[in-house]
């Protein structure tokens, strides 16, 4: 196949763009800055450039684009850099995939699309909710449409939080563990929808070959914990104490809007259509995924 990715320098697209080449598969970045070789191709989509070459010969196109929503306080200039970043990207890429009839767009969201459902169990037939990520995560699915409108099946990644030793949530909270700071936050009742790096690459990778699959497609581990759970779990893996416990209160004083809907809320959600399409985990609980992860 022939992929081009965008978002490929994130821990997502980074650990995808290695695992397709492994597999002989052709990769082309898509980059802001100048580009580095053959495999990559410029745009600007803060402006609206891309060069609609670039997708010609494409078979599927991925995009994982959007500056992280935990990388600053939420003013309102932040909120708006972190719609920005997904839906004015998604709508170009949308555009210029339908122009030239590319088979297959596999395009980031996120679980965040069901709001805080506290206890209740959500798949991907769940209704959207009503806070700034779920609203955000709807209109960037929305921002899609171009694509799905010209016929290309359009799969919506809904991703929650990635395991990685590397980069990402894990990395921040590792090291706050290492030096006995770790703990729950709030109550620790709140769901905490996670997957294994590598699964979620292998994810992207089956949706990409399985045509039959379209629409959303809740990327998490099959066994969703509450952060109290995780909380327990990272604490064993590396062998350290987690007696704390983070008040909300602190956390809406230090985060703000951030704290209610990123900390304190959470989605029980499972993997409906990827079961169902016979996708097999490597990290089916978050023991395994975290022990994966982390050298002990």
């Keep these: 196949m022939r992929v081009v990715v965008a978002g490929s320098l994130g821990l997502i697209g980074t650990a995808l763009v290695s695992s397709l080449r492994s597999d002989g598969h052709e990769v082309v970045r898509l980059v802001r800055r100048p580009t580095a070789g053959p495999d990559e191709a410029r745009w600007d989509p803060d402006r609206g450039d891309i060069s609609v070459s670039t997708f010609e010969g494409a078979d599927a196109v991925v995009n994982l684009c959007g500056v992280g929503i935990g990388d600053g306080r939420?003013?309102?200039?932040?909120?708006?850099?972190?719609?920005?970043?997904?839906?004015?990207?998604?709508?170009?890429?949308?555009?210029?995939?339908?122009?030239?009839?590319?088979p297959v767009l596999a395009n980031a969201s996120a679980v965040g699309y069901y709001g805080d459902c506290g206890a209740r169990v959500v798949d991907e037939s769940s209704p959207n909710g009503d806070d700034f990520l779920a609203t955000t995560c709807r209109d960037w699915e929305s921002a899609t449409k171009a694509a799905s409108a010209a016929g290309t099946r359009t799969v919506l990644l809904r991703s929650g939080l990635v395991m990685s030793h590397r980069r990402g949530a894990l990395g921040r909270l590792?090291?706050?563990?290492?030096?006995?700071?770790?703990?729950?936050?709030?109550?620790g009742r709140q769901y905490f929808p996670w997957i294994a790096l590598e699964d979620e690459v292998d994810a992207i990778?089956?949706?990409?070959?399985?045509?039959?699959?379209?629409?959303p497609v809740n990327l998490t581990g099959p066994a969703p914990v509450t952060n109290a759970?995780?909380?327990?779990?990272?604490?064993?893996?590396?062998?350290?104490?987690?007696?704390?416990?983070?008040?909300?209160?602190a956390l809406s004083a230090?985060?703000?809007?951030?704290?209610?809907?990123?900390?304190?809320?959470?989605?029980?959600?499972?993997?409906?259509?990827?079961?169902?399409?016979?996708?097999?985990?490597?990290?089916?609980?978050?023991?395994?995924a975290l022990h994966s992860v982390i050298e002990v």
């Design 174 to 187: 590792r090291s706050l563990y290492s030096i006995g700071l770790g703990g729950r936050l709030g109550d």
């Design 229 to 249: 759970e995780f909380t327990s779990a990272l604490a064993r893996a590396l062998h350290r104490p987690a007696p704390w416990v983070v008040p909300s209160f």
């Design 254 to 288: 230090v985060f703000g809007e951030f704290a209610r809907v990123g900390l304190l809320a959470g989605q029980r959600a499972i993997p409906t259509v990827l079961e169902g399409a016979g996708f097999e985990f490597r990290r089916k609980t978050i023991g395994e």
């Design 74 to 102: 939420w003013s309102g200039a932040y909120k708006q850099l972190i719609r920005d970043s997904r839906i004015l990207a998604t709508d170009l890429l949308s555009e210029a995939v339908a122009s030239v009839g590319v």
């Design 205 to 215: 990778k089956f949706l990409l070959s399985h045509t039959e699959i379209d629409g």
